[in-house]
C-alpha cells in the first residue's frame, strides 16, 4: 500500500482545512487508515482513526469535536476535515494504514505511511 497526502496549508485560527489521502494498492479498503501529527520538538501522535469499513472512528481528546476522519473505499481515499483550527494544530499531518488495534497504541503499529504534510495555523 502507498499513501500520499495533500491539503496542508497556512490557515488563520478559527478556519477549517480538509486533508485527503489517496492510497494504492488492493488491500488498502480491508485495512484500518489513521493520521498522526508531529509539531517540531514533539513525538508523533496519533489524531484519528477509521476502520478498514468506516464503522469506527476514534480520536484523540484534543481533536474531539473539531477533526472528523472520513474514507471512500471505492476511491481509496481517506479524508481528515479539520475545523476550529488552533494554533496548537500546527504540525506535518500523515497518513497512515494498518491494523486497527495496533494503529490504536502508537506509531510504532503502523504498516504503511504517506509523506506528511505542512499544516500551520496562525493566532
Known amino acids: 500500500v502507498q499513501l500520499q497526502a495533500s491539503g496542508g496549508g497556512l490557515v488563520q485560527a478559527g478556519g477549517s482545512l480538509r486533508l485527503s489521502c489517496a492510497a494504492s494498492?488492493?488491500?488498502?479498503?480491508?485495512?484500518?487508515g489513521a493520521w498522526f501529527r508531529q509539531a517540531p520538538g514533539k513525538e508523533r501522535e496519533i489524531v484519528g482513526a477509521?476502520?478498514?469499513?468506516?464503522?469506527?472512528?476514534y480520536y484523540a481528546d484534543s481533536v474531539k469535536g473539531r477533526f472528523t476522519i472520513l474514507r471512500d473505499n471505492a476511491k481509496n481515499m481517506v479524508y481528515l476535515q479539520m475545523n476550529s483550527l488552533k494554533p496548537e494544530d500546527t504540525a506535518v499531518y500523515y497518513c497512515?494504514?494498518?491494523?486497527?488495534?495496533?494503529?490504536?497504541?502508537?506509531?510504532?503499529?503502523?504498516?504503511?505511511w504517506g509523506k506528511g504534510t505542512l499544516v500551520t495555523v496562525s493566532s
Open positions: 497512515a494504514a494498518g491494523r486497527w488495534s495496533a494503529l490504536l497504541v502508537d506509531y510504532h503499529g503502523v504498516d504503511y
Open positions: 494498492g488492493r488491500t488498502f479498503s480491508t485495512i484500518a
Open positions: 477509521i476502520s478498514w469499513s468506516g464503522a469506527n472512528t
